[in-house]
């Protein structure tokens, strides 16, 4: 039975990775989140194999504690999802320092300390995947407003040099570029247009979260043999 830690296990992409798991059986998955949503909550009193972690990224040491006072915790993971993500409506026009280190803090650096927690371990046994959720905004430099956010996802797509090494071990790390998706984040964008933004997709239409999920999953599995060190895109065509 493998562990299977995912950040942002609330969000519609989060879930959407959770219940694949779950469907799968013979994972047990520590479910990261900041504020879980009731259907987290649901699948963590019904599932029976899913493990709660509650840790605020905007507390720049609150996943450095954890990691330090709970190592076994971090360092028994055998896949890492990391979908954390802080979405500000900052533009290019507008940004400050702070609101791109913020961005930082949460999007970038959890990341890598959780890399830097569980690579290791997952190299001395032989077996691990990483795979991080970044943005198809980074191949456009950003949306109007979420020039802070595509920065941070930009920086994530840093793939370190280590994970060369690991490879040879059977640790295999990705990055997938996320396309539009049908998530409820839409819903807190003033002013945009999902029927407008979907008809700039090839395809012509947003991706589902279980489409997303789907290909995680395959990421992150031990279907996927061959295929590391990679930024990947499922973006319907952009």
């Not at 013979?26 to 899913?50: C, K, N, S, Y």
């Not at 927690?117 to 991080?132: C, K, L, S, T, Y």
Request: glycine share 10%; aromatic share 8%; with cysteine.
């Amino acid at each position: 039975m493998k562990t299977v830690f995912i950040t942002g296990a609330s969000s519609d992409i989060g879930l959407a990775v959770c219940r694949r798991y779950i469907a799968e059986g013979g994972h047990r998955i520590v479910a990261h989140f900041r504020t879980a949503r009731p259907e987290l909550e649901a699948l963590i009193d019904g599932a029976g194999m899913v493990t709660p972690l509650q840790i605020d990224y905007a507390d720049a040491g609150a996943l450095e504690g954890e990691i330090a006072s709970r190592p076994k915790l971090f360092s028994e993971a055998d896949v890492l999802i990391n979908l954390a993500a802080y979405v500000p409506a900052v533009s290019f026009n507008a940004f400050t320092v702070e609101d791109v280190l913020d961005c930082l803090r949460v999007n970038l650096l959890p990341g890598l300390l959780l890399m830097q927690a569980m690579g290791p371990a997952m190299a001395e046994r032989g077996w691990g995947r990483i795979v991080h959720g970044s943005s198809i905004g980074v191949k456009f430099g950003g949306g109007r407003d979420t020039f802070a956010y595509s920065l941070s996802k930009h920086a994530q797509e840093f793939i370190p040099r280590v994970c060369r090494d690991w490879a040879a071990r059977n640790v295999l790390t990705n990055v997938l570029r996320i396309g539009v998706t049908g998530t409820r984040i839409h819903a807190h964008v003033d002013g945009k247009s999902v029927a407008e933004r979907a008809a700039l997709i090839p395809m012509n239409r947003m991706a589902t979260p279980e489409e997303i999920a789907e290909f995680i999953f395959w990421l992150g599995s031990a279907s996927n043999t061959y295929v590391t060190g990679e930024v990947l895109t499922a973006a319907g065509g952009e």
